[in-house]
């Protein structure tokens, strides 16, 4: 469990410490500039969809989404079918900025839709498809009331792209089996390899989804790229994280698919021989609070990133910076905290959003989480805030 006072008190003694450099070699200390600006949900107002993450494809922006409901036309939520992980995407400007629909003056920014998700999911199947082996499309649903719970923990990584806006992404899902109490039955599942093939001019058609190995990792390996990804110069640098611990691995870009191409940074040093879960020297200190984020690289700090949250649930949101994707990373700070839901999971799966920055020379980021609610049918509907974040 994370001590946010403790960690509060530990960024006064670093920003001491060190000052806000930017020099390559220097930690950087991020610093909000003026009050992080609630700007309005993203959404696309026929779902009701849970945690979803944005990546950038080009000439817009891509997002997935983990379990999806619809809505009916009154408003209330159509409670079956639940689709395990829905796609969707919103316009950029030509500047690289979002097609935001101001704030009217009177909304508090948790009603309104100022980003708006579009794209034709089916019901019928999820997004990343429920294999053969893992119950009923597309929940995942089996019949003895557990569920195979494919939830994209992260949006595509974008692995490849082609001069023409043709792009290959990838996404790790580990193959979670759990029971309506959320307890798992599985402590580390097998992870399935998904590949996204987009080409630009595809409308509301989302990109087609292959399987590339349903087990690209056996139960109870370290699931490199599940937890986060940056991809940088080429190279796709993949984390893990299993028992609280992160571990890293790296691929080139165009080898992701190639178990063999992989090296894993173990006892400070790149290696070929692949660890294994428990194992000495694999941990990256400080590499994140410990929930659910995002990796992106920072050209105006020169340094990697990761924003997220810690294990509890909550809108408290962290951000820590180092130099190399294997550090050093300063201690994971706390920088805004969301307004929560009602529900007792009431916000968590909080997410950057890199994508959405116009320039990457703009010091600035977006983030969203989900904010989890109770209707006054006792449904949970899920909203996902869209926050700017502008550091000094
Ligand atoms: C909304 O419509 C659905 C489907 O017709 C119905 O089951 C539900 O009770 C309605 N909800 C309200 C609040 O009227
Ligand atoms: C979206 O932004 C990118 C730059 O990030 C630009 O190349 C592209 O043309 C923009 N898309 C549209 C539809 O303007
Ligand atoms: C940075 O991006 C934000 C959000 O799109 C925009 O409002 C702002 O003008 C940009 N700043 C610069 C210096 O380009
Ligand atoms: C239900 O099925 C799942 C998936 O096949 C299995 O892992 C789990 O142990 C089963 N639960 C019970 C109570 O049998
Ligand atoms: C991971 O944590 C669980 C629960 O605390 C524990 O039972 C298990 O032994 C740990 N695994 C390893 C490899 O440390
Ligand atoms: C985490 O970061 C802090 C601040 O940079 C540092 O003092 C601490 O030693 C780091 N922890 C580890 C385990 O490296």
């Not at 409308?203 to 991809?231: C, H, Q, R, S, T």
């Not at 990761?306 to 706390?334: N, Q």
Request: glycine share 8%; aromatic share 12%; net charge negative.
């Amino acid at each position: 469990m994370m001590r946010p006072f403790v960690r509060l008190c530990s960024l006064i003694l670093a920003t001491h410490a060190y000052s806000s450099s930017s020099a390559h070699h220097s930690p950087v200390i991020p610093q909000v500039e003026g009050t992080p600006e609630i700007l309005g949900l993203v959404a696309d107002p026929r779902y009701n969809r849970d945690s979803c993450g944005s990546s950038d494809f080009g000439d817009r922006t891509f997002w997935t989404c983990r379990d999806t409901q619809l809505f009916y036309a009154n408003g209330s939520v159509q409670v079956e079918p639940v689709i395990t992980s829905t796609a969707s995407y919103t316009n950029n400007n030509s500047d690289g900025t979002p097609v935001l629909h101001p704030l009217p003056a009177e909304r508090d920014g948790l009603g309104y839709t100022t980003l708006r998700q579009y794209g034709t999911n089916s019901i019928k199947q999820a997004f990343f498809p429920v294999l053969a082996d893992e119950c009923s499309p597309p929940s995942g649903s089996c019949s003895n009331g557990s569920r195979f719970a494919l939830w994209p923990d992260l949006p595509p990584m974008v692995a490849d792209r082609h001069k023409d806006g043709t792009l290959v992404a990838y996404t790790w899902i580990r193959k979670s089996s759990i029971n309506s109490d959320l307890s798992t039955n599985i402590a580390n599942p097998a992870t399935t390899l998904y590949r996204v093939d987009y080409h630009p001019n595809m409308g509301n058609k989302l990109p087609k989804v292959n399987v590339i190995d349903e087990e690209f990792y056996a139960e109870n390996e370290i699931p490199f790229g599940n937890y986060g990804n940056v991809v940088r110069n080429g190279i796709a640098y993949l984390y893990a994280q299993v028992n609280d611990t992160v571990s890293l691995a790296k691929v080139p870009v165009t080898s992701v698919q190639d178990r063999s191409a992989y090296r894993y940074y173990v006892n400070s040093r790149w290696t070929k021989r692949r660890p294994s879960i428990g194992d000495a020297g694999i941990a990256i200190p400080n590499a994140s609070a410990g929930g659910q984020g995002t990796y992106y690289y920072s050209e105006p700090w020169s340094s990697y990133v990761w924003i997220g949250g810690v294990t509890a649930p909550g809108a408290d949101m962290y951000i820590t910076t180092a130099p190399k994707p294997e550090g050093p990373w300063i201690e994971p700070m706390h920088f805004y905290t969301g307004v929560a839901g009602d529900y007792f999971l009431s916000a968590y799966s909080i997410q950057a959003h890199p994508a959405l920055v116009g320039s990457p020379r703009n010091n600035s980021i977006f983030v969203t989480y989900t904010k989890n609610d109770l209707d006054s049918e006792g449904v949970n509907v899920y909203t996902t805030p869209l926050v700017y974040v502008q550091w000094k």
